[in-house]
């Protein structure tokens, strides 16, 4: 299995990016999608994740009304559309893929990408 991260970069505040993984290797469609980030000394925590139909979003406070993740089944790729980037946003940007239901939890998902990099300055 493996998710390639992209579309990361650096930014002003107020600016938009939109981030792609793309997976190989496993019946996408059959996966939860999540985006996750980690900031230089903090620890990994969850942005947003989406049912393998589509049907279902789930977001952190954080990121709710600025962020909308969405995926493609056709093309196995899930994406994070960053709207309103504030310079907190700042991070790597790491997709994962979780055979279980929904979760917010790193422990939940199985397989994680490289990471991509997204910088928000002020």
């Known amino acids: 299995v493996q998710l390639q991260a992209s579309g990361g970069g650096l930014v002003q505040a107020g600016g938009s990016l939109r981030l792609s993984c793309a997976a190989s290797?496993?019946?996408?469609?059959?996966?939860?999608m999540g985006w996750f980030r980690q900031a230089p000394g903090k620890e990994r925590e969850f942005v947003a994740a989406?049912?393998?139909?589509?049907?279902?979003?789930y977001y952190a406070d954080s990121v709710k009304g600025r962020f909308t993740i969405s995926r493609d089944n056709a093309k196995n790729t899930v994406y994070l559309q960053m709207n309103s980037l504030k310079p907190e946003d700042t991070a790597v940007y790491y997709c994962?893929?979780?055979?279980?239901?929904?979760?917010?939890?790193?422990?939940?998902?199985?397989?994680w990408g490289q990471g991509t990099q997204v910088t928000v300055s002020s």
């Open positions: 994962a893929a979780s055979a279980s239901g929904p979760s917010s939890e790193v422990g939940e998902y199985h397989y």
């Open positions: 290797g496993l019946t996408f469609s059959m996966y939860v």
């Open positions: 989406i049912r393998g139909n589509g049907g279902r979003t």
